[in-house]
């Protein structure tokens, strides 16, 4: 397939995301937190929560901290892939974090008001970046931020975020966008370097893209302009905060060489990039967690852990 | 291996017997966004028991009887990919190449609760797994396996598209290896359990956690909920599923890791692999050998390019 050159971080980059910002900051958070002792353990409280984010649509997560703490906790921010629902992060309440996990609109609890599907929520309304699907899901992270930071017991200068594939992607632009996030951790970014990911790739999702640009040939100026208001690459220079990506080197979701190129352009001067080789799209997880955890401890429990 | 309850062969009986009471209705919609040059996409809406609306993905390639460019000649293989445990179905599974749909016909199913099948039950993810688990009758998966079967049936009836009856592999998790097992027509099966074997540890992960979950808050439920998980469990389906059978095991270690499951090897064309904890070898091990026991020349044709 021939692509044009990537279109790059448009002039008014910055000036639309500050707009959107505004947009959701003036709408009240209305968090709504129910303990849930159907899923809530012996050492973990586990809460349904809902809040209000861009477009007055109501946003689901699951919040989860330790049963007995004393004093302020770190937080974490978490969002689960393209296709899943967010699933109950108790590993990292176990761990002593007061950690959010959230349904981005269009999951099953925060679609009411915001149902595309899957497919086609990587295509809704493309060709506009004012209602591109993501506008929203960007936003929702933002607000799950809020909702952490609106936490008594949540220490708001010890908050990370972490993630793998959609995630993974969120998580970078996230952090690129919101100083509140101290440390970061992004696994298989999606989301990232979006004209070269979609040559490369013909797996679904990416392939919703070009599904869409094989029936809208006459619209790939303009799905190409919109996705650079939302390429993690336009967003990684702003990333100020020390943050770790790992990828797979055979991943057939993200390439490898997309989620490489996120990875460069990455402002942080304390950024590591860890590559896994014969690993797919989860980018070597099980290898990767002992390091994360050391990392998210190091920056946000003052363990003294060295790295 | 374990020996099914009395009630066994009765209550999956029953299920199958009221499914063929019910007519399939099917209702077929081209899909123009996801069609390409080689392959024509479909929405599928079929009735199950209950009566209860379902909906699956039918890809079918264009040519069911010339040579592809770089593809194998028709009449098809085909491969059925039964529900995921997850909330949204795609019209071929996250991570798999579209170029499979160029030399095999692929159906997947959204049974109840998931999207597009989830009106008017919405499953609950967590929550699928547990739904009605106290009693056999009114547990959920008795209609999600009678959906699954319903699939089946609907492909091998679907004869105009191509399909080759030698050719009929099941593809996904314990719901892929009862459905082989209980229906007619499969002739291969993959499959990678995660749901019904025994009764899930304390320590329990993933879907089999709601199970832990239900008993800490109503502990009375254990023998209910032990009588309905033994209608499903797979060690019960092993000797009717289909011999061609691939088994993803867990990860040495895990309570799914090839030691526990190997009660459903007990066929002379089976084969056990535990998962490397890679995505790509074991999504490699998946279509290599779904490509050899479909006699592919080379797998690679239907190999995602990372993979090549």
């Known amino acids: 397939m021939a692509l044009r050159k990537p279109t790059g971080k448009p002039d008014d980059f910055d000036a639309f995301w500050n707009d959107v910002r505004r947009q959701a900051d003036a709408l009240p958070l209305e968090p709504k937190i129910t303990a849930d002792p159907l899923r809530s353990t012996d050492d973990v409280s586990v809460f349904q929560v809902y809040f209000t984010s861009l477009d007055n649509i109501r946003i689901a997560g699951w919040y989860c901290r330790p049963a007995n703490f004393s004093g302020t906790l770190p937080g974490l921010l978490t969002l689960p892939g393209y296709q899943a629902e967010p699933r109950i992060p108790l590993d990292w309440a176990r761990q002593g974090y007061a950690v959010l996990n959230v349904a981005a609109r269009g999951k099953l609890k925060s679609h009411h008001n915001f149902n595309p599907g899957v497919p086609n929520l990587i295509t809704h309304n493309i060709t506009d970046r004012n209602t591109y699907a993501y506008r929203g899901i960007i936003a929702d992270a933002w607000r799950g931020l809020d909702f952490l930071l609106a936490q008594q017991e949540i220490d708001p200068s010890r908050i990370g975020m972490v993630g793998s594939s959609q995630s993974g992607g969120l998580t970078i632009i996230t952090a690129a966008l919101r100083s509140e996030i101290k440390a970061a951790s992004a696994g298989a970014p999606f989301m990232c370097a979006l004209p070269e990911a979609i040559r490369l790739t013909d797996t679904y999702p990416y392939q919703e893209i070009n599904d869409y640009l094989r029936v809208y040939p006459e619209s790939r100026d303009a799905v190409m302009t919109t996705l650079s208001y939302f390429d993690g690459v336009s967003f990684a220079g702003q990333v100020a905060c020390p943050i770790i990506v790992n990828i797979g080197l055979r991943d057939n979701i993200c390439p490898p060489g997309a989620t490489r190129a996120v990875f460069e352009a990455i402002g942080s001067a304390d950024k590591k990039l860890y590559p896994y080789d014969g690993q797919g799209h989860d980018a070597g997880a099980h290898l990767q967690k002992p390091i994360v955890t050391e990392f998210f401890a190091r920056h946000l429990k003052n363990t003294g852990a060295s790295s | ?308």
Not at chain 2, 115 to 135: E, M, Q, S, V
């Open chain 2, 1 to 308: 291996m374990t020996t099914p309850k009395a009630d066994f062969e009765s209550y999956w009986r029953e299920t199958v017997e009221e499914l063929g009471r019910i007519p399939m209705a099917a209702e077929l919609t081209p899909i123009p966004l996801r069609t390409t040059d080689f392959s024509t996409l479909y929405g599928v809406h079929l009735t199950s028991i209950g009566p209860y609306r379902i909906f699956g993905y039918l890809s079918v390639p264009t040519s069911t009887t010339t040579s592809a460019t770089k593809g194998t000649k028709g009449p098809h293989p085909v491969i059925y990919f039964t529900p995921p445990y997850q909330s949204v179905v795609q019209p071929i599974p996250q991570g798999a190449a579209n170029e499979l749909r160029r030399h095999v016909i692929t159906f997947t199913l959204a049974a109840r609760g998931q999207r597009n099948a989830d009106k008017p039950f919405a499953a609950g993810f967590p929550g699928w797994l547990t739904t009605g688990i106290t009693d056999p009758a009114a547990y959920i998966f008795r209609g999600v396996v009678a959906d699954c079967l319903r699939g089946l049936e609907f492909i091998l009836s679907r004869t105009d598209t191509g399909i080759d009856p030698a050719r009929i592999a099941v593809v996904g998790n314990d719901l892929a290896f009862i459905t082989a097992a209980l229906g007619k027509g499969a002739t291969h099966v993959a499959t990678a359990p995660e749901l019904f074997f025994g009764m899930p540890s304390q320590n329990a992960s993933g879907p089999r956690s709601e199970v832990i979950d239900h008993l800490r808050q109503s502990p009375n439920d254990k023998t209910k909920i032990e009588n309905t998980l033994a209608l499903y469990d797979l060690r019960a389906f092993a000797a009717s599923a289909p011999a061609a059978r691939l088994i993803q095991a867990g990860p040495t270690g895990s309570d799914l890791d090839g030691t526990a499951l190997a009660p459903l090897t007990k066929s002379a064309h089976a084969t056990l692999c535990e998962s490397a904890q890679s995505r790509y070898k074991d999504g490699l091990a998946l279509m290599t050998w779904l490509a050899e026991q479909f006699n592919m020349p080379d797998p690679n044709i239907i190999l995602p390019a990372a993979w090549h």
